[in-house]
C-alpha cells in the first residue's frame, strides 16, 4: 500500500512565524502534491513537483513556497504565516504510467495561525 | 476554465437507502475522473475512478460511470451503512502539456443514520 505521512496532525503557530510544514512518501513516487482544504471550497493546489529540485506553482502559491531535496520528501513553506493561511494542508503523491495517474493522500495537518 | 460541480450537502440518508450524489464537469479535453472519501479526521482516500468515456468504476459497494455526453460521473450506492458517514469529493484530472492537475469539487457531506 501506498504511503504518504505528515509531520504533524496539528499545528498552532504566530502571526509572522516561519512554518515548515513536512511530507513523505514511501512509494518512490515522482509526482507531489500540496493542497490546502476549506470549507465549501474543496481543495485547492498550491504547488507540485514532478522531480527532485523541480517545482511548479498551482492555482494558489502566494504566501508559500516549497522544497524538494529528496524524492520521497516534499516540504511546504509558510514564510510569514498570517490568520488567513489557517486550514487544512494536504498532501499527495503519484505516479504516472501509461497515461494514467492517481494521486494518493496524507492524513493531513490541520494548522492554525494565531 | 476546467471545473467540478457536486450536489451540495449535507446529504443525510437512512441505513439502508440507495444513495445518489450528483457529480458534473467542464473541461476542454478528455479528463479521468475520480470520488474520493475523507472520513472524520483523515486525509482523502481514493474510492473508485475512471479514465475513459462509458468506463465504470466500482470499490466498496459504490459506483459511477463516466458519462462523455452528460460530462457527468454520478457516485452511487444501493444500500449504505452507518460506516459510510464521510465527506465525498469528485475530481478530475486533465493533461496540460507537461503538466497534470487534479480539479476538486467542493465536497459532498453525507450522514447516514442508524
Known amino acids: 500500500d501506498v504511503k504518504v505521512t505528515q509531520s504533524s496532525r496539528y499545528l498552532v503557530k504566530r502571526t509572522g512565524e516561519k512554518v515548515f510544514l513536512e511530507c513523505v512518501q514511501d512509494m518512490d513516487h515522482e509526482n507531489m502534491f500540496w493542497y490546502r482544504q476549506d470549507p465549501g471550497l474543496g481543495l485547492r493546489l498550491i504547488y507540485f513537483s514532478y522531480d527532485v529540485k523541480m517545482k511548479e506553482k498551482g492555482d494558489i502559491p502566494e504566501g508559500y513556497s516549497v522544497s524538494r531535496e529528496k524524492k520521497e520528501r516534499f516540504s511546504l513553506i509558510l514564510e510569514s504565516a498570517s490568520t488567513n493561511q489557517t486550514s487544512m494542508y494536504l498532501c499527495?503523491?503519484?505516479?504516472?504510467?501509461?497515461?494514467?495517474?492517481?494521486?494518493?493522500f496524507g492524513p493531513g495537518t490541520r494548522l492554525l495561525v494565531l | 476554465g476546467d471545473s467540478v460541480t457536486q450536489m451540495e450537502g449535507p446529504v443525510t440518508l437512512s441505513e439502508e437507502a440507495f444513495l445518489t450524489i450528483n457529480c458534473t464537469y467542464t473541461a476542454t479535453g478528455y479528463p479521468s475522473l475520480f470520488w474520493y472519501v475523507q472520513y472524520p479526521g483523515e486525509g482523502l482516500q481514493l474510492l473508485l475512478k475512471a479514465t475513459k468515456a462509458d468506463d465504470k468504476g466500482s470499490n466498496k459497494g459504490f459506483e459511477a460511470t463516466y458519462r462523455k455526453e452528460t460530462t457527468s460521473f454520478h457516485l452511487e450506492k444501493g444500500s449504505v451503512q452507518v460506516s459510510d458517514s464521510a465527506v465525498y469529493f469528485c475530481a478530475l484530472l486533465l493533461f496540460r502539456g507537461s503538466a497534470r492537475q487534479l480539479t476538486f469539487g467542493s465536497g459532498t457531506q453525507l450522514t447516514v443514520l442508524p
Open positions: 499527495a503523491s503519484s505516479l504516472y504510467v501509461a497515461g494514467q495517474e492517481t494521486q494518493y
